[in-house]
């Protein structure tokens, strides 16, 4: 199992970037894809809005309305489209696989290196 990041770094304020998911060895319409985030100092936290346990989506609500992922099953690929990017935006975001059901970041079992996003003011 492989998940490539790729698509991250500076961007201005206000910027648009759309992160690409690379993956092999599996099927992501199987699983749960997934993107995370985390900035110095701060603990991860997803930015992909799935529903959790609860059914109230899992995802930083200062993202919410502003970046969607999609996946494309022909080319066992997935995106993180970013818009409206804000300095705190800036971190190290990561791609991740987990079993259906997942939405919190203990549930994911794979997670890709990462890719560097920085938001410049």
């Known amino acids: 199992v492989q998940l490539v990041e790729s698509g991250g770094g500076l961007v201005q304020t206000g910027g648009s970037l759309r992160l690409s998911c690379t993956t092999s060895?599996?099927?992501?319409?199987?699983?749960?894809m997934a993107w995370f985030r985390q900035a110095p100092g701060k603990e991860r936290e997803g930015v992909s809005c799935i529903n959790s346990y609860d059914g109230a989506p899992y995802c930083a609500d200062s993202v919410r309305g502003r970046f969607t992922t999609s996946t494309d099953s022909a080319k066992n690929m997935v995106y993180l489209q970013m818009n409206s990017l804000k300095p705190e935006d800036t971190a190290v975001y990561y791609c991740?696989?987990?079993?259906?059901?997942?939405?919190?970041?203990?549930?994911?079992?794979?997670w890709g290196q990462g890719t560097q996003v920085t938001v410049s003011s």
């Open positions: 991740v696989r987990g079993p259906p059901g997942a939405a919190v970041p203990g549930d994911f079992d794979f």
């Open positions: 060895g599996f099927t992501v319409d199987d699983y749960v």
